[in-house]
């Protein structure tokens, strides 16, 4: 039996993302009373000569460990199916071999102070997806990798494929028009064809989840990461795909409209060659489309601040011009701030993208990519002088 405590409230927001009301009841409690008998076991323990664990607080551990274990059991073939943080685990484990029904428990010399875990969940769901195959149905145990307003990304290895995907899988609380629009993201890449636009592959309506290629890094990760050790010629290598990709995705009559460092992916391959790949088409712009409303506000991270003003139903290329200036500018200097100035044609090019005045901007992306190639041999040359 899970008793009261004072201190519940004070993990309940910490299971907030569970969407099982009494499932995340009984997370907060045990999560709860865990951390109050195992803060009373450091109290009573000398790391190195040990102590002595009182009577009631052994039994009630005691306890607290067997429904922890047989919940985890009842639930290991559910959607509820769940892990608890390493570190518990391990001091579960340990302490079962020493707690004692009566007259308490010794705590053994070798036995270490435990750190109580206050700011993240102690206890983890385990998502899984279903994948078919012509008689069987796999499931797979999912670990979340990101994700942002609209849903949650994971990965997951196919041992039929020996390789990894990952999957999208929509939030829980999503409206109809917010569901539409995911689908609609999946439907769309699914027509994209191009090595620089992340590939997907089969959609579950009834879970509102789709698999997809996994991609190792986001631009930014692999940036900042990288940064001291890319070469120019990796950098504009990684900008020429950038255009390659956007001119393609410009030419089936789409719009991305949600550009960032973290929507742009790399693909590392072991040959040592690094892909882009465009993913995350929530906010993509259709012709037909009437999910975009008058007054929709405005969303994507690199936008242009003037949308403000003419309305996110109106964007238009020279709008993804100017978040995709911000992003050549961070391949080339490393930096969110600032705008990367070795030479005065290069400061000129950032400028003409960033451009307050839509008119003054590169009205598309052969524009954009045209002025970029004529500062190839100057950004080479740039690298050339400095080491010398």
């Known amino acids: 039996m899970i008793t009261p405590s004072d201190n519940t409230s004070l993990y309940e927001d910490l299971y907030d993302g569970i969407f099982n009301e009494n499932l995340k009841y009984v997370f907060t409690r045990l999560h709860t009373e865990l951390n109050d008998l195992l803060q009373y076991m450091n109290a009573r323990n000398t790391p190195g000569v040990g102590g002595h664990y009182n009577a009631v607080p052994s039994r009630k551990l005691s306890e607290l460990i067997d429904i922890y274990r047989q919940l985890r059991a009842q639930l290991s073939n559910s959607s509820y199916r ?26 053994p010399e070798d036995f270490p102070r435990i750190d109580i875990i206050e700011y993240t969940p ?25 994700g942002g307003s609209y849903a949650t990304v994971y990965k997951f290895k196919d041992k039929h494929y020996n390789r990894h995907f990952a999957l999208k899988k929509a939030k829980k609380d999503l409206t109809d028009k917010e569901l539409q629009r995911f689908k609609n993201e999946y439907l769309e890449l699914r027509k994209l064809n191009s090595p ?42 990684l900008i020429s795909q950038l255009f390659k990709a956007f001119s393609y995705i410009h030419g089936t009559g789409i719009l991305h409209r949600d550009i960032s460092y973290q929507n742009i992916l790399v693909k590392i391959y072991d040959d040592g060659s690094n892909i882009i790949k465009v993913s995350d088409f929530g906010l993509v712009k259709l012709r037909e489309s009437s999910l975009t409303s008058n007054g929709s506000s405005i969303k994507g991270t690199l936008n242009d601040p003037a949308l403000n003003i003419v309305g996110f139903n109106n964007y238009e290329t020279r709008h993804e011009v100017y ?44 524009e954009m990519s ?19």
Request: proline share 2%; aromatic share 10%.
């Open 82 to 107: 769940f892990i608890i943080d390493p570190h518990y685990e391990d001091i579960l484990e340990r302490c079962r071999r020493f707690l004692r029904e009566s007259n308490g428990s010794p705590i």
């Open 122 to 146: 102690a206890f983890i769901l385990q998502d899984v997806t279903d994948v078919k195959r012509s008689q069987t149905v796999d499931s797979f145990t999912l670990k979340s990798i990101g």
């Open 196 to 237: 620089y636009i992340v590939e997907v592959n089969n959609y579950n309506e009834e879970k509102s989840e789709y698999t997809m290629e996994f991609v190792d890094s986001t631009l930014e990760k692999y940036i900042l990461k990288n940064n001291t050790k890319l070469s120019m010629a990796q950098r504009i290598a």
């Open 323 to 366: 978040a995709l200036a911000q992003v050549v500018n961070f391949i080339l200097s490393g930096r969110k701030l600032g705008i990367y100035d070795k030479t005065e044609s290069i400061k000129k090019f950032i400028i003409k993208g960033l451009s307050p005045d839509i008119e003054v901007r590169f009205s598309n992306m052969k």
């Open 370 to 388: 045209q002025a970029f190639q004529k500062l190839k041999s100057e950004l080479l040359s740039i690298e050339e002088e400095s080491k010398d």
